[in-house]
């Protein structure tokens, strides 16, 4: 298995921009998770999905996130517009059901000019 | 609600010398306790978890963590570090096994002297 497959590694934009993240989970999980790690507040659940319905965005930060899971294998957190504040590591995990640990992507690194 | 306090920020450990990571957490029910390991530029793997059970639980890398409930602690200790154990860990806690997502701590730094 690839393990939980984030795209793109690295982003760089400027203010004002939209930004889409997106991830693939481990096939057969049904659980997918959105963190966002920095230095000052660490790692933060932005929002999760079980069977493609979100359950739960109480830690997305502002109106302008949003995230989507159109089927059990792709899901995108997009960012409108983006500001410098955002700039973050932004993960996407993703766990069978029942969690009992998750699988964690490598991580989208933005950057916001 | 769920806390996760890791109260070292740093540690530095010789090679071959043993380690001890404190953890402590709060959490009304029965808590679900994992330790991750994130290496620079990477994202988090799995150490180990405790559900239930036996308080020593064993992980992957030589590791181990002890749940310890009166203390409200889950310590991670390794008997001899290896170079390639520099890295920060995490510390989670979280219901149902994490299945309604994950509390994490700030992360302990561990620095590998030769």
């Known amino acids: 298995d690839a393990g939980v497959i984030q795209s793109p590694r690295h982003e760089v934009t400027e203010m004002g921009q939209e930004v889409t993240l997106r991830c693939k989970p481990i096939s057969g999980h049904n659980s997918l998770f959105w963190y966002r790690q920095t230095m000052m507040r660490g790692l933060e659940l932005l929002i999760y999905?079980?069977?493609?319905?979100?359950?739960?965005d109480s830690g997305m930060p502002e109106d302008r996130f949003s995230a989507k899971m159109p089927n059990a294998s792709f899901s995108t957190l997009k960012i409108q517009p983006s500001e410098p504040r955002d700039s973050a590591v932004y993960f996407c995990?993703?766990?069978?059901?029942?969690?009992?640990?998750?699988?964690f992507g490598s991580g989208t690194r933005l950057t916001v000019v | 609600a769920q806390s996760v306090t890791q109260p070292d920020i740093h540690i530095t450990v010789s090679e071959g010398a043993s380690l001890e990571l404190r953890c402590n957490y709060s959490?009304?029910?029965?808590?679900?306790l994992f330790w991750y390991v994130q290496s620079p530029g990477q994202g988090l793997q799995l150490l180990l978890k405790y559900f239930s059970g036996d308080t020593l639980v064993q992980g992957i890398k030589g590791f181990e963590a002890e749940f310890k409930r009166s203390q409200s602690s889950f310590n991670l200790r390794k008997p001899s570090v290896h170079w390639s154990d520099a890295a920060e860990y995490f510390c989670a806690v979280g219901a149902g096994g994490g299945a309604d997502g994950l509390t994490f701590g700030k992360g302990t730094h561990l620095i590998i002297q030769p």
């Open positions: 995990a993703s766990s069978a059901r029942g969690g009992y640990g998750y699988t």
């Open positions: 959490y009304g029910a029965t808590p679900y």
């Open positions: 999905f079980n069977n493609n319905v979100p359950i739960d």
